[in-house]
């Protein structure tokens, strides 16, 4: 028997090229206003989160949305879809490949307990997409007297983009993020973010991720910003510092400023040359992510600061600096 194709962008009032947060802000907005507790007894409510439930559950998980989208490509072009009028669950897909995924908007658990025993998913998403709702019913419909099993339903792992600065990376930081649930609300979590990480460094944080049997994981992905002090290579560190004239030519020390705040005082020896870099062993970032106490090393690149307005007393001990240096060849 046909079913009839379902336009999830459409249900959620977003576009085809949608991304990701702009799917998860319409469908929180819509399982607010929609959600059975908010609107108890309300056939019609309910009937609107069945289909907003299922519309993310396929846009959200890229490649359910990838084979919808070929689906709906192949549709419009020939008004129908491979596997047209198999029944649910029979491989509708043919040459796009089937699958009974473990990834769930609201997970099994919670639809039963909102709907009961009968599938919240169209005849559509059981024919393509294959929920496996019905099956886990049967299943649990053979246990003992009185004891209820269910089906345990993985919950999926979550990615959150995380930007931190090149201090944060160095000593490590904490981070307080808003995470999205099933239902449309959010959850505050505080996360350590440990010294170490890099631009594109992914920090898993277990069984923080969507509910589940097991819960999934949260994983953090970092996004360094510039800074213009500092340039790193793996675990080694550069700077510049500058050199008053006076120090280069007869030594002394400066300070090396340090991305957690601190200042170490760099001694400079007499007759220092312009460029010149100097070791600071240890000092570096961690050479193993969470392990502050194993780093690299902090290279200093001396630049020595010239002098550019002179009084004519500064000019004429120059002068004569010059000739005595001249004399002396």
Same mark, same amino acid.
């Given at each position: 028997?046909?079913?009839?194709?379902?336009?999830?962008?459409?249900?959620?009032?977003?576009?085809?090229?949608?991304?990701?947060?702009?799917?998860?802000?319409?469908?929180?907005?819509?399982?607010?206003?929609?959600?059975?507790?908010?609107?108890?007894?309300?056939?019609?409510?309910?009937?609107?989160?069945?289909?907003?439930?299922?519309?993310?559950?396929?846009?959200?998980?890229?490649?359910?949305?990838?084979?919808?989208?070929?689906?709906?490509?192949?549709?419009?072009?020939?008004?129908?879809?491979?596997?047209?009028?198999?029944?649910?669950?029979?491989?509708?897909?043919?040459?796009?490949?089937?699958?009974?995924?473990?990834?769930?908007?609201?997970?099994?658990?919670?639809?039963?307990?909102?709907?009961?025993?009968?599938?919240?998913?169209?005849?559509?998403?059981?024919?393509?997409?294959?929920?496996?709702?019905?099956?886990?019913?049967?299943?649990?419909?053979?246990?003992?007297?009185?004891?209820? *099993? +269910?089906?345990?339903?993985? @919950?999926?792992?979550?990615?959150?983009? %995380?930007? $931190?600065? =090149? /201090?944060?990376?160095?000593? #490590?930081?904490?981070?307080?993020?808003?995470?999205?649930?099933?239902?449309?609300?959010?959850?505050?979590?505080?996360?350590?973010?440990?010294?170490?990480?890099?631009?594109?460094?992914?920090?898993?944080?277990?069984?923080?991720?969507?509910?589940?049997?097991?819960?999934?994981?949260?994983?953090?992905?970092?996004?360094?910003?510039?800074? *213009? +002090?500092?340039?790193?290579? @793996?675990?080694?560190?550069?700077?510049? %510092?500058? $050199?008053? =004239? /006076?120090?280069?030519?007869? #030594?002394?020390?400066?300070?090396?400023?340090?991305?957690?705040?601190?200042?170490?005082?760099?001694?400079?020896?007499?007759?220092?040359?312009?460029?010149?870099?100097?070791?600071?062993?240890?000092?570096?970032?961690?050479?193993?992510?969470?392990?502050?106490?194993?780093?690299?090393?902090?290279?200093?690149?001396?630049?020595?600061?010239?002098?550019?307005?002179?009084?004519?007393?500064?000019?004429?001990?120059?002068?004569?600096?010059?000739?005595?240096?001249?004399?002396?060849?």
């Amino acid at each position: 028997m046909a079913v009839d194709y379902k336009d999830y962008y459409k249900i959620l009032g977003v576009s085809k090229d949608a991304n990701q947060k702009d799917i998860q802000r319409a469908f929180r907005r819509l399982a607010r206003k929609y959600h059975p507790d908010v609107n108890p007894d309300n056939k019609e409510a309910e009937e609107k989160f069945k289909e907003i439930n299922e519309a993310n559950e396929v846009l959200s998980d890229p490649e359910k949305r990838k084979k919808y989208d070929e689906m709906g490509s192949y549709y419009q072009q020939y008004g129908a879809w491979p596997g047209a009028g198999q029944p649910a669950g029979a491989g509708a897909w043919g040459r796009y490949g089937g699958g009974n995924y473990q990834y769930r908007t609201v997970n099994e658990e919670d639809l039963e307990d909102l709907f009961g025993g009968s599938s919240p998913f169209s005849d559509f998403f059981e024919t393509y997409f294959h929920s496996g709702f019905s099956g886990a019913r049967a299943r649990r419909s053979t246990a003992g007297a009185g004891q209820r *099993a +269910r089906q345990a339903v993985a @919950g999926r792992d979550v990615d959150a983009d %995380v930007e $931190v600065t =090149l /201090a944060d990376t160095y000593q #490590g930081t904490q981070r307080v993020l808003e995470l999205s649930q099933p239902d449309g609300s959010t959850r505050r979590l505080e996360v350590k973010i440990p010294a170490g990480v890099d631009e594109g460094s992914r920090v898993r944080i277990s069984g923080q991720g969507m509910p589940g049997t097991p819960r999934g994981n949260l994983y953090l992905r970092i996004h360094v910003r510039p800074d *213009a +002090r500092y340039t790193r290579e @793996g675990s080694t560190l550069r700077t510049r %510092v500058t $050199v008053p =004239l /006076a120090t280069a030519i007869l #030594g002394g020390e400066v300070p090396v400023p340090m991305p957690d705040g601190r200042r170490l005082m760099l001694r400079i020896p007499p007759g220092t040359n312009d460029g010149r870099s100097f070791r600071l062993r240890g000092q570096g970032m961690p050479e193993k992510i969470g392990h502050p106490e194993q780093r690299g090393d902090l290279y200093a690149e001396a630049h020595v600061d010239l002098p550019t307005q002179l009084s004519d007393e500064q000019k004429q001990l120059f002068e004569a600096f010059a000739h005595s240096l001249s004399s002396t060849h």
